[in-house]
Structures are given as structure tokens and as C-alpha cells.
């Protein structure tokens, strides 16, 4: 992650107001390492420019299924100063997984119509 300024850093209500959620968000996902921060001398926290895209990015990934760890594996495959393209490759790929999870539920449900019995009583 980016070197931030504690003085130009974004606060939590900063991070959440940017990326839509609760501020209890913001911190359940700085402790599950998805973003950091550092401290000010008040020991508040202050956050990257990146930190709402990045809480973003896990709000899509986890309503497409995947857990926090598999967020946190996506996300740790960002450079430190994340370029466009960099978020371009991390789209891709969600929409790669989210597509493959759609198939395998498809497959799932065409066996679930296909009138066989899930077991026998």
C-alpha cells in the first residue's frame, strides 16, 4: 500500500462515505488486513487513497461468493501504488470468477430439475 501522510491520509468516515458502507466496515476490513493505516498522534486512524476502492472491490467480490481471505489474495496482488490497469486486471479476474461460480450453479441446478430424486426415503 501507498506511504501515506498521516496529516493527508483519509479518516474512517472518509473511507466509508466513499465506498458506501459503515464505518464498522471499514474496520472490520483494515482487521482482516483487506487495508491499512497508520495513526495519527490522536492514535486516529488515517488511510491510503486506495483504501475505498479497495473496500469496494471486497463489498463486489463477497456478494459474488468469495470469502475475506480470498479477497485479501486478490488484493494482495496489487502493487503498491495501484495504476488503472492494475484495477482493470483485478476486474477481469472478478468477472472471470463470477462467471465460473455462475456455471457451476447452473450445472447444479440442472440436476436439481432434472426430476432425479436427492435421495431415497
Known sequence: MVEVKVADGLTVGQVAEAS???????????????????????????????????V???RVSQRIGLTV???????AELPPDPTPADWGRV????????????????????????GELLCQL
Open 20 to 54: 458506501g458502507v459503515a464505518a464498522s466496515a471499514v474496520r472490520f476490513y483494515e482487521q482482516h488486513g483487506l487495508i491499512s493505516s497508520v495513526r495519527t498522534s490522536g492514535n486516529q486512524r488515517r488511510f491510503g487513497p486506495d483504501a475505498a476502492c479497495r
Open 56 to 58: 469496494k472491490v471486497a
Open 69 to 75: 481471505a480470498e479477497v485479501a489474495a486478490v488484493l
Open 91 to 114: 476486474h477481469d479476474a472478478l468477472v472471470a470468477e463470477a462467471e465460473a461460480r455462475i456455471a457451476a450453479l447452473r450445472t447444479q441446478l440442472q440436476l436439481l430439475s432434472s
